[in-house]
């Protein structure tokens, strides 16, 4: 049975573009928001459990991928732009605040949300990406500086058509080799490379295809994303790593924001996220700048693909937390 046969989708209108999401369940909205390079289907794991504790489960395809709309515009994919299609949800399922759950790119999605328009949200939980105050430089400055003429993935996506060239050359590979290279079983694999000393030409060539896929991801779910960006591409997904530098200069105020509301994190302790700023734990405090911090859990064994690669346990752990906070 496809994915569109067991969950319920909306075409949702947010912040002048359509937004196709899953909606399940009634209650207190709850809007679960994926990263890169994902869809809804990344929480098709958390949806029906949450929706069943007594939540309404929102989980959109975030602008640029799956049915949602796609603008070309590198503008078009800032902070600003994506933290206002959140609140449009909000708007447009007749809310007044939300809980927001959100993994890689889409943990940030929450926390600015979070930040930015407090009155609009009444918890939020971050997976594999914990919640960092705006820089003294935006995070490609910093990329740049801690990397210098080495290799680093998020600045080898700057220049536009190059990474899109390359993945789209064999979609399923592609999503395969990104899909392990940062799971909890990639992390064991010989050659895998986010970050490297010396230039690296093609990314993909530094990446293990396994064979077999470990089993948390299986054939049909491959299938599924392949065909949503053989459909869709890669350009608005990769313009989010685009819009960084217009981040900085548009949002000083993130330099000082903090995030009042309740709040959880979960990450995987094989996560290379953690190591992205070379000899620091970026998953050491990731409650530094929320006042109602209420759990870190970073768990053994597994990577990036949090909620993917141990659902049960995150379940648990997002359950818990909605009913602490409800």
Not at 86 to 112: E, S, T
Not at 125 to 150: E, K, T
Not at 154 to 171: K, N, P, R, S, T
Not at 228 to 253: H, I, S, V
């Amino acid at each position: 049975m496809s994915p569109r046969e067991t969950f319920s989708f909306q075409q949702l209108q947010t912040n002048g573009i359509s937004v196709r999401a899953v909606v399940e369940g009634t209650g207190p909205l709850v809007i679960m928001v994926h990263g890169f390079p994902e869809l809804w289907y990344s929480w098709r794991h958390q949806i029906r459990p949450i929706a069943e504790a007594g939540f309404r489960v929102v989980a959109p395809d975030v602008r640029g991928y799956g049915g949602s709309d796609k603008p070309h515009a590198i503008d078009a994919y800032d902070m600003i732009s994506l933290t206002n299609d959140v609140v449009g949800l909000i708007d447009v399922l007749g809310d007044d605040q939300a809980i927001l759950i959100g993994h890689d790119w889409g943990a940030p999605i929450c926390w600015n949300t979070a930040a930015l328009h407090p009155e609009r949200v009444a918890a939020v939980a971050g997976l594999s990406v914990p919640f960092f105050q705006r820089g003294p430089q935006s995070s490609i400055d910093n990329w740049r500086a801690l990397y210098a003429d080495g290799f680093f993935y998020q600045l080898y996506f700057q220049a536009e058509g190059v990474a899109e060239a390359a993945f789209e050359a064999d979609i399923r590979t592609a999503l395969r080799k990104i899909y392990y290279t940062i799971s909890g079983d990639g992390a064991q694999a010989p050659l895998h490379s986010l970050s490297a000393a010396e230039p690296v030409d093609d990314l993909l060539a530094t990446m293990v295809d396994p064979d077999p896929f470990p089993p948390w991801l299986t054939d049909a779910d491959l299938d599924y994303y392949t065909e949503a960006f053989t459909q869709g591409g890669f350009r608005g997904p990769l313009n989010r790593y685009r819009a960084q530098q217009r981040d900085w200069e548009l949002l000083p105020q993130l330099s000082e924001l903090e995030i009042h509301q309740p709040s959880c994190f979960i990450g995987g302790a094989l996560d290379p996220v953690r190591t992205f700023v070379p000899g620091t734990d970026l998953y050491a405090a990731p409650g530094a700048s929320c006042t109602d911090f209420r759990s870190s859990t970073i768990i053994e064994g597994e990577g990036h693909w949090i909620q993917q690669e141990a659902p049960e346990e995150v379940n648990r752990l997002l359950l818990r937390f909605l009913d602490e906070i409800t």
